[in-house]
């Protein structure tokens, strides 16, 4: 980021220069000159090169990401199904302990969990009231419809429309 920087102020004041020489000179004639003289888009193409490989290791930890979570979720159902037979088999068996070198099982009653069928059966005495929150996908979509709503903006961003895309030549 440092060479980008130097190359972008060698290009900034080389303009200025050129320009003040040939105040006249056209846009065309300027950026090959200028493209000539410094490494300026050399640089902003190693940039988007680098951020192209970075994308492409986005991607592939996703891809990744995925199948570890797939395989979480099998693992967390072996557990479930290894934990509940285990405690299936000492209640058939009788066995309230097992100590072993490692761990202690220890069969106890737990306390039933609530489980809900019809929401709205509940009397409105046990709901508890939410604070309003913005909805920023709305705001976004009626701003750039056009409309003008007071207390925000909706800054322009420009991004680099061909990255990594190829020519079209």
């Not at 000159?33 to 994308?55: K, Q």
């Not at 913005?134 to 909706?154: F, H, P, Y």
Request: charged share 30%; net charge negative.
């Amino acid at each position: 980021m440092n060479d980008l920087s130097r190359t972008l102020s060698l290009h900034t004041e080389l303009r200025r220069r050129l320009l003040e020489l040939e105040p006249d000179l056209d846009e065309t004639t300027l950026l090959d000159t200028l493209e000539g003289m410094t490494d300026l888009n050399e640089a902003i193409a190693e940039l988007v090169r680098s951020a192209l490989v970075d994308a492409a290791y986005v991607a592939g930890l996703r891809g990744r990401i995925e199948e570890m979570k797939e395989r979480l979720g099998r693992l967390e159902v072996r557990v479930d199904k290894k934990r509940e037979l285990a405690l299936a088999t000492m209640e058939e068996a009788g066995v309230a302990r097992i100590v072993a070198p490692d761990f202690t099982i220890t069969l106890r009653a737990s306390p039933p969990s609530l489980r809900v069928t019809d929401e709205q059966l509940i009397p409105e005495w046990f709901w508890i009231p939410q604070p309003a929150r913005l909805d920023k996908r709305s705001l976004t979509e009626t701003l750039k419809a056009g409309e003008v709503i007071a207390g925000q903006n909706l800054p322009i961003r420009r991004t680099p429309s061909r990255c990594g895309r190829g020519n079209r030549n």
